[in-house]
């Protein structure tokens, strides 16, 4: 008696395959001939992931095992998967995530600036897992620093704190920061995958600050999420801001934090500040 072929469900890895296959156009990749069925051939999608045309057939049949993280990783390459389904398909195979791989695209949408932009008393500021800041409202170029002043390539939060003496001046209580963001920072680093792409900057920052070589050395890994901040601001005086940082969903490399003044009368005069001050660019 012949084998069975194995019913295959949906939820499987068999039934997404055979999903996603089906969705593409054979002739935006150049292939051609008729076809009785929507999509890619198991082949096709095979040549495209550089892999086995059987050992393809047989996962879409819902037989063969597991396949490798680099299986996975060609196959959703050879589909066009997007990073959400490229996880999915990880959960699927191998019960598991896929590996954290560091992407450090430059800049953020216009409609995410523009939300940043309504907090008018509220300094808010996007960075990288890197920590290099990549957008701000007009509140964190009143409170915390002008950043479209300084060079794209060196707005680093490290920098600022350690090789930037006005900035370092502002910070109640600097040693105590200091370890706080030397330790959040190695651990967004470890979570997005970016430890090689931090390498430069730790030996640029251990070279220029003997106290930021000696945090590193202690490799304290901190956890940061929300708390306070105080600031000496040369016309705001002596503040205290409470923080919340947010991951910014479907960028994994970018981090939303934002202040918001304890004291309103704060608030008020972050507002007349922006009034009174001309906007730089």
């Not at 593409?24 to 990749?29: C, G, K, M, N, R």
């Amino acid at each position: 008696m012949a084998d069975r072929m194995p019913t295959i469900s949906p939820g499987t890895l068999a039934a997404f395959l055979k999903d996603r296959r089906t969705r593409l156009d054979p002739a935006s990749f150049g292939f051609s001939g008729r076809r009785r069925t929507p999509g890619l051939r198991r082949e096709e999608v095979a040549q495209r992931a550089n892999i086995s045309p059987t050992w393809y057939t047989w996962l879409e049949q819902g037989r063969g095992g597991a396949p490798s993280a680099d299986v996975l990783n060609r196959i959703a390459k050879g589909l066009l998967l997007t990073e959400a389904e490229r996880e999915h398909l990880f959960m699927l195979g191998l019960g598991r995530p896929p590996e954290v791989r560091y992407r450090g695209d430059e800049g953020v949408s216009p409609r995410l600036q523009r939300l940043i932009d309504t907090l008018d008393a509220s300094p808010a500021l996007i960075k990288t897992a890197t920590w290099d800041v990549v957008a701000w409202n007009r509140a964190a170029e009143i409170v915390l620093t002008d950043y479209g002043t300084i060079p794209a390539g060196r707005r680093n939060v490290l920098r600022f704190m350690f090789l930037t003496p006005h900035i370092r001046a502002k910070q109640h209580d600097w040693q105590n920061l200091a370890r706080f963001v030397v330790g959040a920072f190695r651990a967004d680093a470890a979570r997005a995958g970016a430890v090689s792409e931090v390498t430069q900057l730790v030996e640029e920052l251990c070279s220029g600050s003997p106290e930021f070589a000696t945090l590193w050395q202690e490799n304290d890994v901190l956890a940061h999420g929300d708390g306070t901040k105080r600031l000496k601001h040369p016309e705001l005086g002596d503040i205290e801001l409470e923080y919340s940082s947010f991951a910014v969903d479907g960028r994994p490399d970018l981090n939303l934090t934002v202040y918001n003044p304890v004291d309103s009368d704060v608030a008020d005069r972050i507002r007349a500040l922006a009034r009174q001050r001309p906007k730089v660019g």
